[in-house]
């Protein structure tokens, strides 16, 4: 019960006094059974807790600070309204201490969801009169902004002030329903896995089968509900039986390992034997060991390998025909017998076998490894035993295994007189096993990541969620992308709107759809086909919750179906088609292939040509009947292939060009056939084929080409620019007069030499890196430039294209280019541009260039929040000494000026003149005001040192303003402009002397 004697004064129930022991965040406290634990608890131990909690919060040592740092949410119910409430609780309902205290009966119901307040109330009163109750209920409270919390309430009788009271625990139990309902969404897509699989899979435990899904009940004919309240024994074949439980004992026990199969006989519901193949593993069901299988039936299977085992049996007597290695030793051990199977896979003689024992036999590199199992297993069969193993030999560097059977022979008495063995290499099956094992490993990481798009949807066409796969199918970068972007399905992804109307009428009628086929349209608007089967999930009343399934992308297959049938048709009509004239003839020489082509070349249709023999198809060509090229299929003829030109024999085809003169009409024609035999399925050959091609136009079109190329080397032997030709490494191949007039050197002295010999390394570099480019990508390159050395050591501009040279079949064989002397120009040019940014006089940089260096410079001080400085300055009274000296030595004075001006500043700066004896200098690295004034002091002093010009020494002053950046302006014309206002500060002042812009 609760104590509330020798409470301090002013103290009353509900508000915790926190003076019996050290409480502190850090130090909660904890029920008798020890500290709180984290982990989730079981509904027994929570209710255990609870009562010990509940017994200490009503007994005479429980403190406060136990009620303020629960977890639980606490109450005290007496006389209709709470007398005790905890922190815990307040969170719950969003509600303070003093408010839950002061609520009435009527305020109380406020607190609870509508639907739960009679069954509270009752179960209160039905506690309060001694009625038992269950530990724990769950009701919903409702909190001041509206919304729900559901909690479990576990309530109790309990004493508070000498009288009956009711204590109640509160216990937040939102995590534990999105738990309990995630688990339930877990369960039903598994169950939906395991029903619609295609492999038989069911639970067996304690000799019972616990659970068995459709396919099961297909492959052995009985109903769920046969196999479930029956041994699993009894589906299997007796003889079998045994077996079957020494395997599922084994299994349980973990004896065997996780891939281990096996196989055994059930007898189906009518009666039939069928042989399965079974896989399982060990797991927990509803907390006893168990095992889960999945069984194939291998029933053809089984057959097939009976009969192979039947047919090995027969074989044995053709015994060199056997592809194993069949053998016979006698008592001795020594190889009486042998087949072809050494000396037809290695070229090994029977004679290094024959009357041999093992270890005599040297073509066997690994005795050591082999010799103890051989020599064990031929004991025990001539023990009488017939034994089976596997063995690896190393023969001529190379790993052959053996699956190896022998059994003994025996004599009329029925004594053993020998061994009998059969080795057959399984090297391939043992490659085959282990990739099906690692296959087997990757099998649950693969299902977990399938490649085939997975989705639910919403009848109302919205994906509830879809799978990677799905999303990249359709075009999505991402699954939430396709999910958000998708909202009517029919009209966004299926391309016919009326395949998911129908999908969703089979699924709502059916509640299944298998193999679907349809057309769906990605993202980008393109559409392909894919084949799905998906299921309608249904809520416990029938309500359609969703649909899930699995869409496979069979596009590639249907193409290929489409080419097929598109293929047949084509070599229908290929041979009409073919764009040669194409004829055929039997081994009669009649003609069974007369196409269009050849219609229109002889004038001859194929209805008329069909079937006719005695070189009837010689006629259209040369006007009598004689054989001609494809008649060389069946003999050689010397005078015949005298008769073209271009004959060639390439393997079993023939090739040649000829004039015919009975062709078009007797105007003849140029003409290129091309022979080949016909061959059956035997191999043997049952006629020939021969295309022709008109060349008469190829044969003008030569004629056109060599006058061509007659007048192509004319120019190029004429033009101003240098032509040059060179293979891929570089050497030079050909040469026009002004190529070798540019490079200094005689035609027959650079002919096959390399570049290389004519250029310097960095130019040699950057020429082999343009031509490396032509050659990768075979686009032509204009207007580069580089660097020669003529035969006399003068170093030579050119400016050159080049371009790609083929063979007749596309190949790269080389360089071909042109190449213009541009140095005389590039001097000029050189000139030009320096007579653009440079004073003509002092050769100082003018205006244009100073500008430009200036706005360079704003814009690093800007970025690395820097310093800079403008210096305007001229000299004083410049124009007496025009005036009275004349301007030749005004013009010595302000080169010497410039001289001076340009050894005083640093490189960095620029000295500038602007016109006039107006010069200006940019200092774009300054710390400030006293760095440039000691700078503009120094100009001033240099300045005031006598100048030598002609046969007068000149003194001369000069006056400077000063403006800096960012202090005195930000733009080029606002520095400019209050550099020039200083300057005339400073000649206001007396002259001689520097001042800054003071605004």
């Known amino acids: 019960m609760f104590v509330t004697r020798g409470l301090p004064s002013g103290s009353r129930p509900g508000n915790p006094v926190r003076s019996c022991q050290a409480v502190s965040p850090e130090n909660p406290p904890q029920p008798a059974g020890g500290p709180v634990e984290d982990e989730r608890k079981t509904k027994a131990r929570l ?62 119901d406020g607190l609870l969801h509508p639907e739960d307040r009679d069954g509270v109330w009752r179960r209160l009163t039905e506690r309060l009169e001694g009625k038992p109750l269950s530990p724990s209920n769950r009701l919903r409270i409702v909190r001041p902004d509206g919304s729900i919390l559901p909690a479990e309430a576990f309530i109790n009788v309990t004493s508070y002030q000498g009288r009956p009271a009711i204590q109640v625990h509160f216990i937040d139990i939102r995590e534990r329903l999105k738990t309990e309902e995630a688990l339930r969404a877990s369960e039903e897509k598994y169950r939906n896995l395991a029903e619609y699989a295609n492999e038989a899979i069911f639970v067996a435990q304690d000799g019972l089968i616990r659970y068995i899904n459709p396919k099961s009940t297909e492959i052995s004919g009985y109903a769920r509900e046969e196999f479930l309240s029956h041994s699993f024994l009894e589906f299997i074949h007796p003889e079998d039986q045994r077996m079957v439980v020494e395997r599922h004992l084994q299994r349980l026990a973990g004896e065997v390992p996780a891939s281990y199969t096996y196989s055994f006989r059930i007898i189906t519901k009518e009666g039939a034997v069928k042989w399965v193949e079974l896989k399982g593993v060990r797991i927990e069901w509803e907390g006893k060991p168990a095992t889960l299988n999945f069984l194939d039936d291998i029933t053809g299977r089984h057959t097939a390998e009976e009969a192979l085992r039947e047919s090995e049996g027969r074989l044995r007597a053709l015994f060199d025909s056997i592809e194993d290695f069949v053998f016979i030793k006698d008592m001795d051990r020594r190889y009486a017998l042998v087949n072809a199977f050494f000396r037809k896979r290695i070229g090994i003689e029977d004679n290094a076998f024959l009357g041999k024992r093992d270890a005599e036999i040297a073509i066997f590199e690994n005795h050591t490894d082999t010799q103890q199992t051989i020599t064990e297993t031929d004991s025990r069969v001539l023990a009488g035993e017939c034994v089976e193993y596997e063995l690896t030999h190393r023969v001529q560097g190379t790993s052959i295994t053996f699956h190896v059977i022998k059994t003994p022979i025996r004599d009329e008495r029925g004594s053993v007189a020998g061994i009998c063995g059969i080795s057959r290499d399984v090297t391939e099956r043992k490659r085959i096993e282990e990739s099906l094992r690692i296959s087997e490993e990757n099998y649950r990481h693969i299902f977990e990541h399938a490649a085939e798009g997975i989705f639910q949807s919403t009848p109302d066409g919205q994906y509830i969620q879809v799978n990677p796969a799905l999303a990249r199918m359709c ?19 299926y391309a016919d709107p009326q395949d998911r109307e129908y999908m969703r009428s089979t699924l709502e009628q059916n509640g299944v759809i298998r193999d679907f086929e349809f057309r769906v349209r990605r993202r980008d608007g393109e559409t392909f086909w ?145 022979a080949s035999p016909l061959h059956g399925r035997d191999g043997r050959i049952i006629g020939a084929i021969e295309s022709i091609r008109d060349t008469s136009d190829r044969k003008r ?73 032509i050659l990768e990508t075979g686009v032509p390159v204009s207007r580069f430039e580089g660097e020669i050395i003529r035969r006399d050591g003068v170093s030579r501009t050119l400016e050159m294209s080049a371009s790609l040279i083929r063979d007749g079949e596309g190949n790269p064989t080389g360089f071909r280019g042109v190449a213009r002397d541009t140095t005389d120009r590039k001097r000029d040019e050189e000139a030009i541009r320096e007579m653009a940014y440079h004073d003509p006089l002092t050769g100082l940089p003018n205006r244009k260039l100073f500008t430009d260096r200036l706005e360079m410079a704003l814009a690093r001080a800007e970025r690395e929040d820097g310093v800079l400085a403008v210096l ?63 700078i503009c002091q120094k100009a001033v002093e240099a300045i005031r040192e006598p100048f030598a010009c002609g046969d007068h020494v000149l003194e001369v002053t000069t006056s400077i303003g000063a403006a800096l950046y960012p202090s005195h302006g930000t733009d080029m014309n606002t520095l400019l402009r209050n550099a020039d206002v200083a300057m005339y500060k400073a000649k206001r002042a007396g002259r001689n002397r520097c001042a800054f812009f003071s605004g």
């Open 47 to 108: 209710i255990e807790e609870l009562n010990i909690l509940r017994r200490q919060v009503a007994s005479h040592e429980a403190c406060d600070p136990l009620l303020e740092f629960s977890p639980l949410g606490i109450l005290v119910f007496q006389d209709n309204r709470f007398v005790v409430v905890n922190p815990a609780l307040e969170a719950m309902t969003g509600r303070t201490r003093d408010e839950l205290l002061a609520l009435s009966r009527t305020g109380m």
């Open 475 to 493: 075009g999505y970068e991402t699954p939430e992308e396709m999910v958000r972007d998708v909202t009517d399905i029919a009209n966004q992804v």
């Open 530 to 674: 894919v084949s799905s089967n998906a299921n309608c999930v249904r809520d416990p009343h029938g309500r359609v919750l969703y649909y899930e399934g699995i869409m496979e992308n069979i596009h590639a297959r249907r193409q290929a179906e489409d080419a097929l049938r598109e293929s047949e048709q084509r070599l229908a009509d290929i041979i009409s088609f073919l764009p040669d004239a194409t004829l055929a003839i039997d081994t009669d020489r009649k003609v069974i292939v007369w196409n269009r082509a050849i219609e229109e070349m002889t004038g001859i249709p194929t209805a008329e040509m069909i079937g006719q023999g005695d070189y009837a198809y010689t006629i259209p060509f040369y006007g009598v009947r004689r054989p001609q090229l494809m008649d060389l299929i069946w003999e050689d003829n010397a005078d015949l292939e005298a008769g073209y030109s271009h004959f060639r024999r390439d393997g079993n085809a023939i090739t040649a060009e000829v004039f015919c003169p009975a062709l078009y009409g007797g105007r003849g024609a140029h003409i290129f056939m091309k």
């Open 701 to 773: 079109m030569e004629e056109v080409l060599k006058q061509s190329e007659e007048r192509y080397r004319t120019i190029i032997e004429n033009i101003e620019d240098g032509y040059f030709e060179v293979d891929l490494t570089g050497n030079f191949i050909f040469l026009n007069d002004s190529m070798r007039k540019i490079m200094g050197f005689d035609t027959e002295a650079m002919a096959g030499r390399n570049y290389r010999e004519y250029a310097d390394e960095e130019n040699v570099q950057k020429t082999y890196r343009i031509f490396d480019g």
């Open 872 to 934: 305007m300055m001229d000299l004083d009274r410049f124009k007496n000494i025009n005036d009275t000296l004349g301007h030749s030595i005004g013009d010595e004075l302000l080169i010497a000026v410039g001289s001076r001006l340009k050894g005083l500043f640093r490189r960095v700066d620029t000295v500038a003149r602007f016109g006039g004896d107006e010069f200006v200098i940019l200092l774009p690295e300054v710390r400030g005001d006293e760095d440039t004034l000691w």
